[in-house]
């Protein structure tokens, strides 16, 4: 049980497109989900708390416009990356609460702006 | 500010065993998580640890001492598939957690 879907795993797109990556918990539901994002051979960094039927909740330094987060329903949490430029390129990452105290992952999504 | 300290790099041959520390300063803990992740992977949960103590699950082991700040993950048996990065993640409340910056595993033949 506990497992998180995210889709796409890949994703190459221009400068200045915008790419949307989509979180799904399969067996149970999230009414919160996490985003993150991590550089090569670097610790996750948290980018915004996703709840859902209200508004993320992004951390400091993170652009809100830039990064839409939509969390529609209790099963799936969306991240659109807008306007995307090189510096955007990463490994983006979400999960979910798992029980009290533990996180499942989703198998991330390597973006690639060029 | 709040941080986590690890490692950066563990090396130890297989079948040995092997000790990866983690000290943490926050300003809120209810307890220290681990997790693994290989290369392009995402990384799955290990184990937690909100009491004192050793928490065992198989070959992997977790201890947490609070009035220390640290705590500890012991792999046994090492096998060549346990090379990857290891994280420490204390959980701050509220469903925050703060991810150290990760110990990379590398098990030698």
């Known amino acids: 049980g506990a497992v998180v879907s995210q889709h796409p795993s890949r994703v190459i797109c221009k400068s200045g497109t915008s790419v949307k990556i989509e979180c799904r918990s399969l067996?149970?539901?999230?009414?919160?989900m996490f985003w993150y994002r991590q550089f090569p051979k670097q610790s996750l960094m948290l980018m915004a708390t996703?709840?859902?039927?209200?508004?993320?909740?992004?951390e400091q330094g993170v652009e809100k416009d830039k990064f839409l987060i939509n969390h529609a329903s209790l099963t799936l949490s969306t991240l659109t990356v807008t306007s995307a430029h090189p510096e955007d390129s990463s490994f983006y990452i979400c999960?979910?609460?798992?029980?009290?105290?533990?996180?499942?992952f989703g198998s991330g999504t390597r973006l690639t702006v060029v | 500010g709040q941080s986590l300290e690890q490692p950066s790099e563990v090396t130890a041959v297989e079948g040995a065993i092997v000790q990866i520390n983690c000290t943490y300063q926050?300003?809120?803990?209810?307890?220290l998580s681990w997790y693994q992740q290989h290369d392009g992977g995402a990384p799955t949960f290990l184990s937690y640890?909100?009491?004192?103590g050793l928490e065992e699950t198989g070959r992997f082991s977790s201890f947490l001492s609070r009035s220390d700040s640290y705590g500890y993950l012991l792999l046994q048996e090492l096998q060549m598939k346990d090379s990857a990065s290891y994280f420490c993640?204390?959980?701050?409340?509220?469903?925050?957690?703060?991810f150290g910056a990760g110990t990379r595993l590398f098990v030698k033949a």
């Open positions: 996703s709840n859902e039927g209200s508004k993320a909740t992004y």
């Open positions: 926050t300003s809120g803990f209810y307890g």
């Open positions: 640890n909100a009491l004192d």
């Open positions: 067996d149970f539901q999230a009414t919160t």
């Open positions: 999960s979910a609460t798992y029980r009290d105290y533990g996180y499942t």
């Open positions: 993640a204390a959980n701050t409340g509220g469903f925050k957690t703060i």
